[in-house]
C-alpha cells in the first residue's frame, strides 16, 4: 500500500531556515509530478511548491523567492527548503505526489515559527 512520509518540520524563530523532506514506500514507478501544500491556522489549505517530471517548478506568491522545491532523479526524496521564515508561514505542511493514476498525499508535518 502506498505511503507518503513528511519529515523536518519544528520550531523555529522567524528569518530562520528549515528543510522539509517527503519520501515514499510502496510507489514504484510512475510519478510525474510534485507538490507542497500548507494550511495555517484557520486558513483552506493552499499549493506552496509544485515540481514537474520535466524540473518545471511553480510557486504561490507569498513564498517565491524564499521557497524552493526540488527532487532527486527517480523521486525517491522531494524537499522544500525554507529561508527567511515569517510568522505567516506556520502550517501543517503537506506532500503530494502525482502518479499516473491517482494522487498520493502525507499526513503532513507540522512547522511553526516564533515571531
Known amino acids: 500500500q502506498a505511503q507518503v512520509v513528511e519529515s523536518g518540520g519544528g520550531l523555529v524563530q522567524a528569518v530562520g531556515s528549515l528543510r522539509l523532506s517527503c519520501i515514499h514506500f510502496g510507489i514504484i514507478f510512475g510519478i510525474i509530478a510534485a507538490a507542497w501544500y500548507r494550511q495555517g491556522p484557520g486558513k483552506e489549505r493552499e499549493l506552496a511548491a509544485s515540481i514537474t517530471a520535466g524540473g518545471n517548478t511553480s510557486y504561490a506568491d507569498s513564498v517565491k523567492g524564499r521557497f524552493s522545491i526540488s527532487r532527486d532523479h527517480d523521486w525517491k526524496q522531494v524537499n522544500l527548503r525554507m529561508n527567511k521564515l515569517k510568522h505567516e508561514d506556520t502550517a501543517l505542511y503537506f506532500c503530494?505526489?502525482?502518479?499516473?493514476?491517482?494522487?498520493?498525499w502525507g499526513q503532513g508535518t507540522q512547522v511553526t515559527v516564533s515571531s
Open positions: 503530494k505526489l502525482k502518479h499516473r493514476g491517482a494522487e498520493y
